[in-house]
């Protein structure tokens, strides 16, 4: 039987006796890792471990800006907490205004002198209650208080770079030219330069990634995919480059809808295969985790609630979450019945869960949810899903940075608190700009009920890379009981030492509330090194890193 083989038919056997790095048989181990240092998969890109902020709800006014005048700590109105965070987890891209909000906004309104700049209602305003809607908060009625300048500074102190996204719906293409001169012509050249001077950025921002559009098929514009594909080229045309190397983001399709990704690539090459990526240099995708209820919530496609959730949802969830690599790979391969070189890399510029209402903190947070230790596990499980991915993904960002959806923070005024979401992104951090590693494991399935009848979902999966001679394992056990014993065979390289962080708690709803000391936390673990292999306990529900420093 093949190596790989025998690994697969493993993960069916309880407790498998696998080899050892000689062939000899190994501990009894009841899970087994193999990391195949020499059969690298591609260099992970460090934009995969990207963000998302929207206007929507409390991410900008109070998450991201407080205001110059605030008492919070803050730089220019920006939360000051927030960047020191920012700087932890190495967040390498920012992407901004929306989501939805982006083809409702007219940049102009953002520049200028704060006290001139318009005051507009926001696109989301019929997702607050009618009595709600009488305050003029900005979450309703937004200042354009924190524009493109702020956006960039933000962006610029937390060591990202940004990512804009364009508005295709409701702007013509001539302002799309404009935003980007106002961004990147060069000191002193036009006007737009002149008033970006005025704001106290003489040089140009260089902004690389910007999003033509956003969710085009909806918000966007309710696009077909064709008729989105005029626009495209109608936007990206001879939009002049100021030397930047301008990285055009395609509005893609919604989950797994591979007739967008086929119909847009088809009129784009104007249903000619090609390998010149025809301007685009990435393919959104969206995907939110909803479904975890089997359908019996009666709200949106059956979302669950984020706090009080049962063993079912909780696997549920693992699931949804694991329809990642499925839906990458699905349009990966329709991308490539057109560009058939794979020029064009997959942006998952939308991800996470999407739970009920409720768990707000306050009421103008719109979409903010709690965070528990299953957001942790799950958003290990889809970066280690980009990293395996490697050669496709070529940049991500999680949904939203800051009291939104699967956010690493939450903030009210001068509360501010990192949820578990965080821990994993800091734990994964060391993957960025690494070498994606094959990495085959085996593990025994977990074994659940759903509504009366069995289930199954797999026992413990992850990633590997190597930077230098620091070789990165990744991992989640989604199980909430068991423990998962597992030999770690290093193939083709030896470890002189190693050391695991663990994010794990023994409530599963474990999660942090603001201004109260942290629920969850990263906690460092020892790892056996043997000749050839490492030897760790993955403990139940748990994200886990291991370190090793190879010979
Ligand atoms: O992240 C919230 C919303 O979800 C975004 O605005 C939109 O793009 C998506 O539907």
């Not at 524009?147 to 940004?162: H, I, M, N, Q, Y």
């Not at 260089?206 to 559009?213: A, D, F, H, P």
């Not at 999407?354 to 947070?365: C, D, Q």
């Not at 000391?517 to 043997?530: G, M, N, S």
């Amino acid at each position: 039987m093949e190596r790989r083989g025998f690994l697969k038919s493993a993960a069916s056997t309880a407790a498998a006796l696998v080899f050892g790095r000689h062939g000899a048989l190994a501990q009894q181990a009841s899970s087994h890792i193999e990391i195949l240092v020499d059969e690298p998969i591609a260099t992970i890109a460090p934009e995969i471990y990207g963000h998302f902020t929207e206007h929507l709800g409390s991410v900008i006014y109070d998450g991201i800006y407080v205001g110059e005048d605030s008492k919070i700590p803050n730089q220019q109105g920006l939360r000051s907490a927030l960047i020191d965070k920012m700087r932890i987890i190495k967040a390498p891209v920012v992407r901004w205004p929306g989501g939805c909000f982006a083809d409702s906004y007219d940049w102009r309104d953002g520049i200028g002198p704060k006290d001139k700049r318009p005051r507009h209602t926001n696109f989301w305003v019929d997702d607050f209650k009618p009595e709600q809607k009488k305050q003029n908060i900005p979450q309703i009625y937004d200042p354009n208080s924190f524009g493109t300048d702020d956006f960039v500074r933000f962006c610029k102190l937390s060591g990202a770079e940004p990512y804009i996204a364009a508005n295709v719906r409701s702007l013509p293409a001539l302002e799309f030219d404009h935003w980007v001169e106002y961004c990147n012509s060069p000191r002193g050249t036009t006007t737009l330069a002149e008033t970006r001077a005025a704001a106290g950025s003489p040089d140009p921002y260089n902004v690389r990634y910007w999003g033509v559009g956003n969710e085009s098929w909806g918000c966007g514009g309710n696009f077909d995919p064709e008729d989105y594909a005029v626009e495209f080229k109608r936007y990206t045309t001879w939009v002049p480059s100021y030397g930047v190397g301008l990285r055009f983001i395609a509005s893609g399709p919604n989950s797994d809808e591979q007739f967008w990704t086929r119909r847009f690539f088809e009129k784009l090459y104007r249903g000619q295969p090609g390998n010149d990526g025809r301007g685009v240099w990435g393919l959104s995708i969206h995907h939110y985790d909803m479904n975890v209820t089997r359908n019996k919530s009666s709200d949106w496609q059956g979302k669950g609630e984020a706090l009080s959730f049962d063993l079912t949802e909780w696997y549920e969830s693992v699931k949804e979450s694991d329809r990642m690599e499925g839906i990458i790979l699905e349009h990966w391969n329709a991308l490539g019945e057109w560009d058939v070189t794979h020029k064009i890399k997959l942006v998952v510029d939308e991800y996470g869960p999407w739970y009920l209402k409720g768990t707000e903190y306050a009421p103008e947070e719109l979409y903010s949810q709690a965070i528990t230790m299953r957001d942790a596990l799950v958003t290990g499980l889809t970066l280690d899903t980009f990293n395996r991915q490697a050669e496709k993904v070529g940049m991500a960002a999680c949904a939203q940075l800051i009291n939104c959806l699967n956010a690493l923070f939450m903030s009210h005024e001068d509360k501010f608190t990192a949820t578990p979401v965080f821990n994993v992104f800091e734990l994964y951090a060391a993957h960025q700009g690494a070498t994606a590693l094959r990495t085959e494991f085996s593990a025994p399935e977990i074994h659940y009920d759903r509504d009366g009848k069995p289930a199954t979902v797999w026992g413990l999966k992850g990633s590997a890379s190597l930077k230098a001679k620091t070789l990165t394992l990744t991992a989640v056990n989604p199980d909430t009981s068991q423990p998962r014993e597992a030999e770690i065979v290093l193939r083709g390289a030896s470890a002189v030492s190693s050391k695991a962080f663990v994010v794990a708690e023994s409530d599963i709803h474990a999660h942090n509330i603001l201004g109260q000391p942290e629920q969850v936390k990263t906690r460092a673990a020892e790892v056996a090194v043997r000749p050839g292999s490492l030897s760790f306990t993955f403990p139940p529900a748990s994200v886990v890193k291991i370190e090793a420093l190879l010979s």
